[in-house]
């Protein structure tokens, strides 16, 4: 089955305790993205990869690391995390960015509920 | 720059009524697409329907049915006879060609009650 999937799925943490979200896609997708979803403020991009090797910054990425060593996998690394990073996290592919044949639709992974206390 | 306002933050209809969720949108690129995605109570996110900006065509599927207005820049999602596994939160998202994200609307929670 063609599928974005994330582990953990939720997640309770302390501040400053390093953790990684893991995000892979069996869809051979070039493009893959992070998003956090918070109540008032809708869905903003947080990373985001055109391809192996190739990630560049979204929206809100500060407290946030993201590596692309292989296509299927886009893990997001939170170092150190603050209370503010607490939210809901989307991983999303699509086949590419450009419109045609609409290869950008952007599949979305089930999401992880992040806490930090 | 490009903004997604669904205007309705909540709605609540009995089942079997329609109710239409409204999408207006600010771009000024020729080229865009338009979604819209469900996320129900369990969370995930789910795709529902993609428009390109040069294909003003509604569109049905089923129960649902997405009306596209260039002129007014909307994008409006109708369920007819709604029922209560329709009860979701519904995003509408904007991208234009060659962009490297959506652009979400604050989304809009539908509650159906039986």
């Known amino acids: 089955e063609a599928q974005v999937t994330q582990n953990p799925r939720y997640l309770i943490t302390v501040t400053g305790k390093k953790l990684t979200v893991t995000c892979s896609q069996n869809?051979?997708?070039?493009?893959m993205s992070w998003y956090r979803q918070d109540p008032g403020l809708g869905l903003r991009q947080i990373y985001y990869s055109m391809n192996v090797e190739v990630t560049d910054k979204g929206d809100v990425p500060e407290g946030y690391k993201v590596s692309r060593k292989e296509k299927r996998n886009f893990p997001l690394i939170l170092e150190s995390p603050s209370p503010n990073q607490t939210s809901l996290y989307f991983c999303a592919s699509s086949l590419s960015l450009t419109g045609g044949l609409n290869t950008d639709t952007q599949y979305f992974g089930p999401g992880t509920r992040l806490t930090v206390l | 720059a490009q903004k997604v306002t669904q205007a309705q933050t909540e709605i609540s209809v009995v089942e079997k009524e329609d109710v239409t969720l409204d999408c207006v949108y600010e771009t000024r690129d020729t080229t865009y697409y338009l979604f819209w995605y469900k996320q129900p109570p369990s969370g995930e996110l789910v795709f529902l329907i993609r428009r390109n900006s040069f294909d003003e065509q509604n569109e049905i599927s089923g129960r649902y049915s997405w009306n596209f207005q260039k002129s007014t820049s909307s994008f409006n999602f109708t369920i007819t006879a709604s029922q209560v596994v329709d009860s979701a939160v519904y995003f509408c998202?904007?991208?234009?060609?060659?962009?490297?994200?959506?652009?979400f609307g604050q989304g809009t929670r539908l509650t159906i009650n039986p």
């Open positions: 998202a904007l991208k234009s060609q060659g962009a490297q994200k959506l652009v």
């Open positions: 869809m051979n997708h070039e493009y």
